[in-house]
């Protein structure tokens, strides 16, 4: 078996090369910077430019599937210019790849790509599944109509079409955990607001096994990557200062302060999402870390 990954050298897809190679699947990855073309051992990397039309077609050579993770963070001030390039970066990518793979009448017998729990609305208390169909008004939610759009155009040229909607990932690198464990150096740690809004998290080991068991198992159709046990912002806190050690008390920060510092943008940070992982623990995924203070000390140690 071959895939084919983009943002293949991001948090997760570093991840998923990973464990790839650990289950000898052959990697090509496809890359928008040619200083990282060799920059992942035991995998051949390709230059590509879908702004430009630029792509090196060798890297679908023999390729099975495609895991696509390309897409510029959405972490960054929500500026026009910020937001062209968010959405760009996800949906001209699959419309380019898409093309290409029809202009040249490549074979490929799957997909997953991934997507976003941030299209779901927001609500203290409904947990919301793959089923849900009501949306949140706001830019996030736009651009993952978009992108999920741009995946479902495939259904007409490869076999397995899949999305994967990602929550937070914890990860000792980056991601959500290193932003929430920055204040603890001092000695304090930070809940946002209230800290009452849910917050659906995974562990990056496990968002990484979900698309490797996707493409395994040939399933089709959008799946939840979070845990089981999803947490208020609050807790979420409590548990990573009391497993960081050396956190004194915790600090309310209210959303004006966000709003200021942030703009647009700090609604991701209070909407609360309570996210079901009930459709893919039915296809037979098991996680290994469905605890938060267990995976913490697992990230950590």
């Not at 200083?35 to 051949?44: A, D, F, Y």
């Not at 919301?128 to 736009?142: A, I, N, P, Q, V």
């Not at 495939?154 to 000792?172: A, Y």
């Not at 968002?207 to 089709?220: A, H, M």
């Amino acid at each position: 078996m071959k895939v084919l990954i983009t943002g293949a050298t991001g948090l997760i897809g570093s991840k998923i090369v990973k464990h790839c190679l650990e289950r000898d699947i052959k990697v090509n990855f496809l890359t928008t910077s040619k200083n990282k073309l060799t920059s992942l051992p035991g995998c051949n990397g390709f230059y590509w430019n879908p702004k430009n039309n630029i792509i090196n077609l060798d890297c679908f050579n023999q390729v099975d599937s495609i895991i696509n993770l390309s897409g510029a963070s959405i972490f960054r001030i929500w500026t026009k210019k910020n937001k062209e390039l968010i959405l760009n970066s996800r949906v001209q990518s699959l419309d380019f790849l898409r093309s290409k793979i029809i202009e040249n009448n490549i074979k490929i017998k799957s997909i997953i790509s991934a997507s976003g729990i941030g299209a779901y609305p927001s609500s203290p208390s409904k947990e919301f599944d793959e089923s849900e169909t009501e949306r949140s008004e706001y830019f996030l939610s736009d651009v993952i109509k978009e992108w999920e759009k741009a995946t479902m155009s495939f259904q007409k040229i490869v076999e397995n079409v899949s999305i994967v909607r990602i929550g937070l990932v914890l990860s000792k690198n980056s991601g959500v955990l290193k932003q929430t464990m920055q204040p603890m150096t001092f000695g304090f740690g930070v809940y946002f607001g209230k800290g009452n809004q849910w917050q659906s998290w995974i562990h990056i080991e496990d968002i990484s096994r979900i698309f490797l068991y996707i493409n395994e198992k040939k399933l089709s159709g959008i799946y939840n990557g979070v845990a089981p046990v999803p947490l208020s912002n609050f807790d979420f806190t409590k548990i990573v200062s009391k497993a960081r050690k050396g956190v004194f008390f915790l600090v309310p920060v209210p959303r004006l302060f966000f709003k200021i510092i942030f703009g647009e943008m700090h609604i991701i940070l209070f909407k609360n999402q309570k996210v079901s992982s009930k459709k893919i623990e039915s296809k037979g995924f098991k996680f290994n870390f469905n605890n938060l203070e267990n995976s913490i000390k697992n990230i950590l140690q």
